[in-house]
Nanobody
Framework: QVQIVESGGGSAQPGGSLRLSCTAT????????MGWYRQAPGKQRELVAT???????NYAYSVEGRFTISGDYSKHTVFLQMDNLEPEDTAAYYC??????????WGQGTQVTVSA
């Protein structure tokens, strides 16, 4: 099994910045991708950004150019730097680890609220 622990989040004004952190522990040798998803009230969970051990990054169109994902796979830790935040970024953010045999592991979620 893999355990996911998230930190960061909180509140920011439009145009502000926040940083999320996520660490995976347990059977991390099976992880081949980590990233962040988000879910706003009344909406489906959606991809924000992912990163592989090789450094390949994938971003949702809505955050590209504003958010940056980085990672240290020696510690199975990933970060999401969120700049130029918009009210539409308000959501619960979930860290995800994709592992072998089609397994997915999720963090408990951390709230991000962007308002004036």
């Amino acid at each position: 099994q893999v355990q996911i622990v998230e930190s960061g989040g909180g509140s920011a004004q439009p145009g502000g910045s926040l940083r999320l952190s996520c660490t995976a522990t347990g059977r991390v040798i099976t992880i081949y991708r980590m990233g962040w998803y988000r879910q706003a009230p009344g909406k489906q969970r959606e991809l924000v950004a992912t990163i592989t051990p090789g450094g390949d990054r994938n971003y949702a169109y809505s955050v590209e150019g504003r958010f940056t994902i980085s990672g240290d796979y020696s510690k199975h830790t990933v970060f999401l730097q969120m700049d130029n935040l918009e009210p539409e970024d308000t959501a619960a953010y979930y860290c995800n680890a994709a592992a072998s045999n089609y397994r997915e592991f999720w963090g408990q979620g951390t709230q991000v609220t962007v308002s004036a």
